[in-house]
């Protein structure tokens, strides 16, 4: 048995899970195995939706394991990286004995899978120093190990703190926990990052994990198409313990469209267009009236710190413009989570908090 196979619940090592018809290797040229029907729907152009799909379609697993600079047999493809999220707390945290390790202020759906599964939840607080945000790593490691913890997130770059993590220091903590818990580090934004990605750790660390998702750079929110990096051994088991066929035929055609050469190439323009606006928006905030802090950032939005927050909120909210209200985070009760946006949707951001004055 693989060593990470001790970091799964133990009731689940041998899951056998769904056997769905397309799981079974048979061969053959008229299916009458799953209950489909014979015909195509007539609301389906081209007939692509009237199968039940693969369950990892081969040729999006190959394309996203390309894009990543990993195995197919390393990635779990789920809907959105919060499918992987639940699962990861699903099939390694026993309820109400293994706990959940989280940064907070981070991103809330670790909490909620961890609430939904009645797995305890331990909080270990970023510090806030002159650089930003930053995990403490140490209290980190200290923490998990005390309490037996199964799965300790990082998030990096940090949502909603923007600080990116070092790998070196991702990597020191996988080995302390090594054996005994996984560490899962959340790239949702790591294409807007000048960090290495950390998956090009998982071929030391058994006990890593890396979240990727095509919601963010990739502009495929809806299509809700997100992946696992993890060793061979676990995303098997998870892909066992997940959903009979988790990804929809018109979203793997939607992702796979995505990652052909052209498409990555625009998104390669976006995302250094997001990175220059996100300087430009972070100087020029910094100058606004009322804003007491602007952090660093690595990904596509800007955390930001306000004399009065409510009111730059209602500020906003009055010329359209939405943003995310971080006040009910710990330590954020002034702040505000700007995304970038287009030049010119930045350059509203900007007049609507400077009421009087031409920005
Ligand atoms: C947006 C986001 C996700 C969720 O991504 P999906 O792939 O759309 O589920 C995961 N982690 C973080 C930190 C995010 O901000």
């Known amino acids: 048995m693989d060593a990470v196979m001790e970091l799964v619940r133990e009731d689940l090592r041998g899951f056998a899970g769904y056997g769905s018809a397309r799981s079974e290797k048979l061969q053959g040229e008229v299916w009458l195995n799953a209950n489909e029907s014979a015909w195509p729907n007539a609301g389906d152009d081209g007939d692509g939706c009237r199968r039940y799909p693969e369950p990892q379609p081969p040729a999006l697993a190959e394309a996203l394991a390309r894009l990543y600079g990993c195995k197919p047999e390393q990635l779990l493809i789920g809907r959105g990286s919060d499918e992987a999220i639940d699962l990861l707390v699903r099939a ?36 806030d120093g002159v650089d930003g945000f930053a995990p403490d790593l140490s209290a980190l490691a200290e923490t998990a190990l005390a309490a037996g913890a199964r799965l300790v997130f990082l998030c990096s770059p940090g949502n909603p703190t923007g ?33 290495p990605s950390a998956i090009e750790l998982l071929g030391e660390h058994d006990n890593l994990g890396v979240l990727r998702t095509l919601s963010k750079a990739h502009a495929l929110a809806g299509a809700r198409i997100g992946v696992l990096a993890s060793h061979p051994a676990l995303i098997a088991v998870l892909r066992r313990c997940q959903a009979p066929y988790p990804v929809p035929a ?13 498409a990555l190439a625009r998104t390669a323009t976006q995302v250094a267009q997001v990175r220059s606006e996100r300087e430009r928006m972070r100087t020029a905030l910094a100058d606004v009236p009322g804003v007491v802090r602007v952090y660093r950032s690595e990904g596509n939005y800007l955390l930001v710190r306000f004399a009065d927050a409510p009111r730059a909120f209602a500020n906003l909210l009055a010329a359209g413009i939405v943003v995310r209200d971080q006040r009910a985070a710990p ?6 989570r700007i995304t970038i946006g287009t ?8 007049r609507a908090l400077s009421p009087g004055t031409l920005a």
């Open 92 to 127: 390694l945290c026993t309820p109400g004995r293994d706990a959940v390790v989280v940064t907070p202020p981070v991103f809330g759906m670790y909490a909620v899978s961890a609430r939904l599964q009645g797995a305890p939840l331990l909080e270990v607080p970023q510090i």
């Open 163 to 195: 600080n990116a993590i070092a790998l070196d220091d991702i990597a020191a903590l996988a080995r302390k926990l090594r054996g005994r818990a996984l560490l899962v580090v959340d790239e949702a934004y790591g294409e807007f990052s000048s960090q």
């Open 250 to 262: 018109p979203c793997a055609e939607i992702a796979l469209a995505a990652l052909a050469p052209d």
């Open 331 to 336: 330590q954020l009760g002034d702040a505000l």
């Open 343 to 350: 030049a010119e949707q930045n350059d509203s951001v900007l």
